[in-house]
C-alpha cells in the first residue's frame, strides 16, 4: 500500500506524461468520468427526457388506436342508434304543437277537466313563454275542485293527450264542502319555427360577442 501511496506523492503536474502507471489510469479514469458526467447534462439528459416522452407518447397514441378500432367495428351499431335516437326524437317532437296548435291545445286541457265533471276556478295561462333552444314552454295555473277519483281521471287524460302536457307542483286540499281542490302548473309546450331558432342562434351569438368586449 505504501508503494502504491508513493506513486502519488511529488507529481510533477506540468508533465502528466512522466507520471508513474498507476497516478496515468487514475487520471484517465476522473476524465472519462468528467466527460460522461458533462455529457449527459449538456447532450444526453434531453436526449433521455425525449426518450422518455416519446415512450408515453406512444402509450397515448396506442390508447387513441384502440379505442378508434373499437368504434370502427362498432360503428354499423352505433349508426342503428343513431337512427334510432333520431326516430325518437322526430316522435317526441311531433308531439309539440306549433304556434296555430297552441290555442286548440289549452282548449283540450280544459275540457278535459270539464269532462270528468270538475270545476275550474282558475285557468291562467302565463302572459309570456319561456323560450328554450328549440322549444317553448308555457306555463298553466289551474285550480280545479271535485272529487278524488274525478281528479285522477282528469290527471290520466292530460296524460293521454296526443300532445305533451305536463301537471306540476300539486297540491290537493279538502274545502269547506268537503270536495278536494287541486292546484297546479300544467306546462305545456311547443316547438320553435325556422324564424325563431335563427333568431335564438343570433341572440346567443350576440351575448357571445358581448362577454368577449
Known sequence: MNDLLSQFRNLNTRDPGSWPALPKLALLLALLVGILVVAYFFDWQDQLD???????????????????????????????????????????????PNKSQMEALLVDINQAGLGRGLQFELFRPAPQETVKEFYAELPITVRVTGNYHDMGAFASDIGQL????????????????????????????????????????????????GKRR
Do not use: C, M
Request: neutral net charge; hydrophobic residues 40%.
Open 50 to 96: 425525449a426518450l422518455e416522452a416519446g415512450r408515453q407518447e406512444e402509450v397515448q397514441l396506442k390508447e387513441q388506436y384502440k379505442a378508434k378500432k373499437a368504434q370502427a367495428v362498432n360503428l354499423d351499431l352505433h349508426r342503428q342508434q343513431l337512427q334510432e335516437i333520431e326516430s325518437s326524437f322526430g316522435a317526441l317532437l311531433k308531439q309539440l
Open 162 to 209: 296526443p300532445r305533451i302536457v305536463t301537471l306540476n307542483d300539486l297540491n290537493l286540499s279538502v274545502n269547506k264542502d268537503g270536495n278536494l281542490t287541486l292546484d297546479t302548473t300544467a306546462k305545456t309546450f311547443r316547438y320553435l319555427d325556422e324564424e325563431e331558432i335563427a333568431e335564438q342562434r343570433r341572440a346567443a351569438k350576440a351575448a357571445k360577442a
